[in-house]
């Protein structure tokens, strides 16, 4: 909860100084104990260097610190963060405490949560800023939202009950929803998502969100997330070092859904769809096998190579149903796809690729604004031939390395030509060890506030 300075003593205040001389590097907390209060300094580094990324991880390391005393509320002075980075830095600082302040749920007999308040103190003033304010609140518990679904057990978030945590929060600001079941799916051909969806007894389903900000323009972005809720790797079966993340398979559906209820929620004029393949992928008497060939809803054949090769599976029936059934005009579509995205870039950047110029120059003036790393990486047309099948269109699995463009290229076989953006979230969605003073164990939500601000672009202007 923010609220602004309400003038009473508060057991901990926190400011932000300069001039700290305790310690040069950013975030480093130097305690002092003033006369009637107790005072925190989060040194912000050089002036010169001050970012709104730094003062985003100073107010969250400042909570979670004061938090980490038993502290119940602090006071933070945004005093040089007015200063030097006018309204951005204080956005930044905003979104730092409200994701600073997640407590992922556990199911302990003994859990109780605290209350924490932060007061703002807001000497300086930004004009203008209270509705911009709401509006970062409102992207900021979408994160956390994300954090949740993704959090949540493979067992409480099956296909189905993701689909009802999505509509119920959907519903609520208004965006249409429609939840294809199997027999529906089956109808359109979605045979590459059901191949995968039927190998487990908790059924799949294609979630559809829409949000039309803008009913004149024609002009349609689609958000599309893998939703596996848990992947065992099918009969390419994981090892079971590797089976811990198997419920976080879904932080491209947790993203694509927590960016359009930002949307939805600050009105932006834009109209955006989003669509989640979201299914199981697990061993049964009539799963699929290395070798089987099976049939998109496109049309292609697909050879499979390996069975934990699902995402794709999932996410090229998605993309033709965005295209063919909700008539999107460009796509962006993100997914936890593969391990080789987390050794290339670790926990910290996910992978890009795309095949046009200027959507990704719209992405990368995105991601700016979110203070999320992404990196592309190149198409060459030799990677083309890696995912080629002796028997079918497409092999799911590449024998030849490149595991990341490669699936990328998967994907992208379906995109109709269209613009589009595959973002390999693998390595970012989901942290052992956090990186940053805003995330938290877990799961981190990434993708919703990039996604937020990509759409937010092709808004319709005044
Ligand atoms: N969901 C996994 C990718 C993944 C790995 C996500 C590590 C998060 C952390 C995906 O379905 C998968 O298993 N991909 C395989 C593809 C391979 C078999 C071609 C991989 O990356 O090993
Ligand atoms: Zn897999
Ligand atoms: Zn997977």
Redesign the pocket.
């Known amino acids: 909860m923010i609220e602004k300075y309400s003038g009473q003593q508060a057991e901990f205040s926190v400011c932000f100084e300069f001039e700290a001389s305790l310690k040069k590097e950013v975030g480093v907390l130097g305690i002092y104990l003033g006369e009637s209060t107790n005072q925190v300094i989060v040194s912000l580094g050089e002036k010169e260097k001050f970012t709104s990324k730094i003062a985003r991880r100073a107010c969250a390391k400042a909570v979670a610190f004061v938090k980490s005393m038993a502290g119940s509320s602090v006071v933070i002075d945004f005093a040089p963060v007015v200063q030097t980075l006018g309204e951005a830095g204080v956005l930044a600082g905003l979104e730092g405490i409200n994701l600073s302040l997640f407590e992922a749920e556990n199911w302990k007999s003994n859990s109780a949560k605290k209350s924490f308040t932060v007061y703002i103190d807001a000497t300086e003033k930004v004009d203008d800023i209270e509705e911009k304010i709401i509006q970062v609140s409102n992207v900021s518990q979408n994160v956390l939202f994300a954090r949740q679904l993704v959090n949540a057990p493979a067992n409480f978030l099956t296909p189905l009950n993701m689909a009802k945590e999505m509509v119920q929060a959907a519903e609520k600001c208004g965006i249409e929803t429609t939840v294809l079941n199997e027999q529906e799916m089956r109808d359109l051909g979605m045979n590459a998502l059901l191949t995968v969806g039927t190998s487990s007894g908790n059924p799949p389903c294609l979630i559809v969100l829409r949000y039309n900000g803008d009913p004149a323009s024609e002009e349609k972005i689609a958000l599309v997330g893998k939703g596996?809720t848990a992947?065992t790797?099918g009969y390419?079966l994981?090892p079971a070092n590797s089976m811990k993340?198997i419920r976080?398979?879904m932080g491209g559906a947790a993203a694509a859904c927590g960016a359009i209820l930002s949307l939805a929620q600050n009105k932006v004029p834009v109209n955006v769809v989003t669509v989640i393949p979201a299914a199981e992928n697990r061993i049964s008497d009539d799963s699929f096998i290395p070798g089987d060939v099976i049939f998109s809803m496109a049309g292609k054949s697909i050879e499979i190579g390996?069975t934990?090769?699902?995402?794709r599976l999932l996410l090229a029936d998605a993309l033709t149903y965005a295209i063919e059934k909700e008539n999107a005009t460009r796509i962006v579509d993100l997914a936890?796809?593969?391990?080789?995205v987390?050794g290339m870039f670790g926990f910290t950047t996910a992978g890009a690729v795309s095949n046009d110029d200027l959507f990704y120059e719209q992405f990368e003036r995105a991601y700016a604004t979110s203070d999320e790393q992404y990196w592309r990486l190149p198409i060459f047309p030799e990677y083309e031939k890696m995912i080629e099948s002796p028997v079918a269109d497409l092999s799911n699995?590449s024998n030849d390395g490149c595991?990341t463009i490669t699936?990328a290229l998967f994907v992208g076989a379906f995109n109709q030509g269209l613009p589009w953006i595959h973002l390999d979230i693998?390595g970012t969605a989901w942290v052992d060890s956090p990186k940053w003073e805003f995330q938290s164990v877990g799961a981190t939500g990434a993708g919703v506030t990039t996604l937020y601000e990509l759409c937010k672009l092709y808004a319709r202007k005044g």
């Open positions: 596996v992947d790797g390419c994981k993340g976080g398979d390996n934990d090769a699902e995402g936890t796809l593969t391990g080789a987390v699995m595991g699936a693998a």
